[in-house]
Structure formats: C-alpha cells, structure tokens
C-alpha cells in the first residue's frame, strides 16, 4: 500500500507565498516523475506542473515564473513553492505520480488527499 500526503495549504493574501509538501510512503523502491495540480471550485482539475526523475521541470503558463517544484528523492517527497499568489490562484493542490516502483511492483497514477490554499485580495 502506498500513500501521498499533502501539507502546507493554507490561506494567504495576494502576494504572499506558501510552500506545499507531498511525501509518499509505502514499500517503495523507485518514484518517476511527481506533479501537482489544482482544482478550484466549479472547475476541472488542472495540470499546474511537474518535475522529473532527472530533475527537469515543466509548469503551465499560468503559474511559471511564480511556482517552483522541487523534490528531495531521499524523503520521498515532492515541494510546490508558491510566491506572487493571486487569488485565482485558490483551489484544492493535489500531488500526483503516474508512476512508482513498489515491493507489489509498478503502481500507476497515485493522487494525494489534496491540501486547499485560499489567496485573498
């Protein structure tokens, strides 16, 4: 059994910054690529961005510049640096890996709880 967990959320005023974490635990030998994403109210669940096993990172428009992600292989675990939040920002951040090397063998599109993080104007 394998789990991601999210922490960090929050509420902040435009401008400000929050940090997410996502730590994945499980018998785990091998994590690829480890994304985030975002759902606001009334919307679908968007892609915010990804980092890959080799480190390369990729975000979409609405947030590069503003978000960093970063991971720490030997925690586990993945980081969304938030900085300039704007209130559109406001959504339900989940982590996301597509794929993972465990004791069972390959697990596929793991999501976290998610975390809410509400950027007030």
């Known amino acids: 059994q394998v789990q991601l967990v999210e922490s960090g959320g929050g509420s902040v005023q435009a401008g400000g910054s929050l940090r997410l974490s996502c730590a994945a635990s499980?018998?785990?030998?091998?994590?690829?690529?480890m994304g985030w994403y975002r759902q606001a109210p009334g919307k679908q669940r968007e892609w915010v961005g990804d980092i890959t096993s080799g480190g390369p990172t990729n975000y979409a428009e609405s947030v590069r510049g503003r978000f960093t992600i970063s991971r720490d292989d030997a925690k586990r675990s993945v980081y969304l640096q938030m900085n300039s939040l704007r209130p559109e920002d406001t959504a339900v951040y989940f982590c996301?890996?597509?794929?993972?090397?465990?004791?069972?063998?390959?697990?596929?599109?793991?999501w976290g709880q998610g975390t809410q993080v509400t950027v007030s104007s």
């Open positions: 499980g018998r785990i030998f091998t994590i690829g690529t």
């Open positions: 996301h890996v597509p794929r993972m090397t465990t004791q069972w063998g390959p697990v596929y599109d793991q």
